[in-house]
């Protein structure tokens, strides 16, 4: 007790070390005396045997990447599945707080305002095969939950509040649709009517039509309410399990056309003095189709990543070439590899661009060459075991040799 650091982690009581140190004449007889019951009996209470992990951030703001920020969002969302969001119509004020504090938590925020949302809340709302982030519209996933209740009202009428509902407000009728809700009753009778309007077309003949077994599906119901928006080919491969989630993002990002590159903050208004790229000696502005495209020493590590692999694809813009990958006649691991290198080819030219405008730093191209093989060898070697990566071993071990 008295050989620890009096400032050591505290213990599930809360006390540290100084604690009993300094109270030792007070609490000392009681934890002797617990001790040596231990050592008598060979039992100890599982709270005595518990610990507390205090976890200290070494930065002012502990999360830096953006990797599982969309998890995050979505797995502490208010409106997870459970009993209030299901039953209830939050209010409007309520819901686009919520938006307002997952917006803010993914693109960040500041003291005297927001930061740049790089992507409008609602193009990430948006399931990833259709170039969005998936996650969840707050005031239509909460239509969607309450939506089964209406399901339940047409398919479960022994439910004692269905029964209710048919005995005080429905009475005689039996067309739930054609229903027109009188001016006496509840409020939120009238707000089930409304939100029923833009779900007929997801019945035929009281039948729910989103599903094949006729059971609700508060996802469907949710994708319906967002509506439908072409499917991006190359999702698949942005959102590949190969690539790194750093890289994913910053892929992504480029697919959009939302980095900052300093043509888009002067479109933005934001002013920059040197507009040119940084990157090579062309004196060149930067926008994204010269940083990825054109760029001397973009094209370069692209022709050192294609000679490390042995595959050809054409340059060129980054939903372009993600294209060209895709129509290869390749094993889908390999498409997926591919992918991967390409990406982090992307994600080092970003970065490299930014350490020379941020940090004054010149990064040498065979460094950033190094820094993409290790990566994927990495990568590769974590999934070099699935059955689709021995389709393609003599390609793994070209990569990895």
């Known amino acids: 007790m008295f050989s620890i650091k009096a400032n050591k982690s505290p213990g599930p009581d809360g006390y540290e070390g100084g604690f009993y140190r300094e109270a030792w004449d007070i609490v000392g007889d009681e934890v002797c ?3 040596l019951e231990f050592f008598a009996s060979g039992k100890m209470l599982k709270q005595i045997n ?6 200290i951030p070494k930065v002012e703001k502990p999360v830096q990447e953006k990797e599982g920020y969309d998890k995050v969002i979505q797995s502490h969302s208010p409106l997870r599945p459970g009993y209030g969001g299901s039953v209830f119509l939050l209010p409007q004020s309520v819901l686009e707080m919520v938006d307002k504090q997952c917006r803010e938590f993914l693109w960040g925020s500041k003291e005297k305002g927001r930061k740049i949302a790089l992507v409008a809340w609602q193009d990430l709302c948006w399931p990833k095969k259709q170039g969005g982030l998936n996650m969840k519209n707050c005031r239509l996933w909460n239509i969607a939950t309450v939506g089964k209740l209406i399901w339940q009202f047409m398919h479960s009428k022994e439910q004692l509040w269905v029964r209710w509902v048919h005995g005080i407000y429905m009475k005689d009728e039996a067309d739930f649709w054609n ?14 009517h409304k939100i029923k309007m833009g779900m007929i ?10 599903t094949s077994n006729g059971k609700y599906s508060v996802t469907r119901g949710y994708l319906a309410l967002l509506g439908d928006r072409p499917k991006l080919a190359d999702t698949d491969l942005i959102w590949s399990k190969i690539l790194l989630p750093k890289h994913r993002a910053v892929v992504w990002l480029a697919v959009q056309q939302r980095l900052l590159t300093r043509t888009r903050l ?3 208004g934001i002013e920059c003095e040197d507009d040119m790229c940084v990157l090579c000696d062309a004196q060149k502005q930067e926008d994204a189709v010269h940083l990825f495209v054109d760029c001397d020493w973009a094209k370069e590590l692209w022709a050192e990543a294609q000679d490390w692999m042995g595959i050809k694809v054409q340059l060129g813009s980054v939903q372009q070439t993600l294209q060209q990958i895709k129509q290869k006649r390749w094993s889908k691991f390999k498409r997926e590899i591919v992918a991967a290198g390409y990406g982090a ?7 490299a661009r930014n350490g020379k405008i941020f940090k004054g730093q010149t990064v040498h191209r065979d460094f950033v ?8 060898r990495e990568r590769i070697n974590m999934f070099r075991d699935y059955k689709t990566a021995r389709k393609c071993a003599w390609f793994l071990a070209r990569i990895c040799n």
């Open 33 to 35: 005396e617990a001790v």
């Open 50 to 55: 518990a610990t507390m992990i205090s976890i």
């Open 179 to 192: 229903h027109i809700p009188k001016q006496d009753c509840s409020w939120y009778w009238k707000q089930l």
């Open 201 to 210: 077309s997801w019945y035929s003949h009281d039948r729910y039509c989103l």
């Open 266 to 268: 002067n479109r933005l």
């Open 345 to 351: 080819v992307i994600y080092h030219i970003w970065r």
């Open 369 to 376: 060459m190094q820094q993409i093989k290790m990566t994927v």
